[in-house]
């Protein structure tokens, strides 16, 4: 049956169904999660306290010489090759990682999460310099890269893994989240209403290996070819 997956996953990526890949091989990372307000090497305590959730450095600086303030927040836009290409992108992010969090099970496989049945969405967690991108800034871009009104897909997509969802990490990111929902939701460019959920951020379980800078690495494949250089290109971003 494996071989069998493999070998229509050429095709089923031209339906444009990212969900198609999960027959793509599986090189389990099983990693440990990460908790809420830590993300790779750039840790935030759990509780809140620096910052309400926000890591803050001043030894680094940005390119214009200024002290680094770093921050966490967990995005979940559909399919986490498609939010990380355009993201890894935008001045003042620091670094994207891919993976799921919103589940009941833990180390989660991408096989497992893609059958719908773990709870998690697949998400990308964004390390960003505060003094570079705000927040609000970061969330403009959130609702340009997909569309927050479908619920439980993205485009083909389909299944509650694809969700909409910001995952805060703070107080003072639920509250501004909640803000840029509702001007979003008035600005009348849906038609329908916005199902983007806003939850408190949970364990963040980094994806695969190979799921890292997929785009990056994998340009010429059917999935990112016919859905994220498209949306890359009507971004205004570098394919």
């Known amino acids: 049956m494996k071989s069998l997956k493999l070998a229509v996953l050429s095709l089923s990526l031209v339906l444009f169904g990212c969900a198609s890949a999960c027959s793509e091989p599986n090189e389990e990372a099983g990693g440990s999660g990460v908790s809420p307000g830590t993300s790779g090497d750039s840790m935030v305590a759990a509780d809140?306290?620096?910052?309400?959730?926000?890591?803050?450095?001043?030894?680094?600086?940005?390119?214009?010489?200024?002290?680094?303030?770093?921050?966490?927040?967990?995005?979940?836009?559909?399919?986490?090759?498609?939010?990380?290409?355009?993201?890894?992108?935008?001045?003042?992010?620091?670094?994207?990682?891919?993976?799921?969090?919103?589940?009941?099970?833990?180390?989660?496989?991408?096989?497992?999460?893609?059958?719908?049945?773990?709870?998690?969405?697949?998400?990308?967690?964004v390390r960003f310099d505060a003094n570079v991108l705000s927040f609000d800034q970061l969330l403009d871009w959130f609702w340009k890269l997909h569309d927050p009104t479908q619920v439980d897909r993205q485009g083909n997509d389909e299944g509650p893994q694809y969700r909409s969802a910001i995952f805060y990490h703070s107080e003072e990111q639920r509250s501004a989240a909640e803000a840029s929902k509702a001007r979003e939701a008035a600005s009348g460019r849906h038609r329908q209403p916005i199902a983007t959920e806003i939850t408190a951020a949970s364990t963040f379980w980094p994806a695969e290996d190979y799921h890292q800078d997929y785009y990056r690495g994998n340009r010429r494949q059917s999935y990112c070819r016919f859905v994220i250089a498209p949306k890359l290109d009507k971004l205004g971003l570098e394919k």
């Open 48 to 125: 809140g306290s620096a910052s309400e959730g926000q890591a803050m450095t001043t030894d680094p600086k940005n390119e214009e010489g200024a002290a680094v303030r770093e921050e966490v927040v967990t995005l979940g836009a559909g399919c986490f090759w498609c939010i990380e290409a355009v993201l890894e992108q935008i001045d003042g992010v620091l670094d994207v990682s891919s993976g799921y969090m919103g589940g009941e099970v833990d180390s989660p496989t991408y096989d497992q999460v893609c059958s719908g049945t773990t709870g998690h969405a697949e998400v990308v967690q």
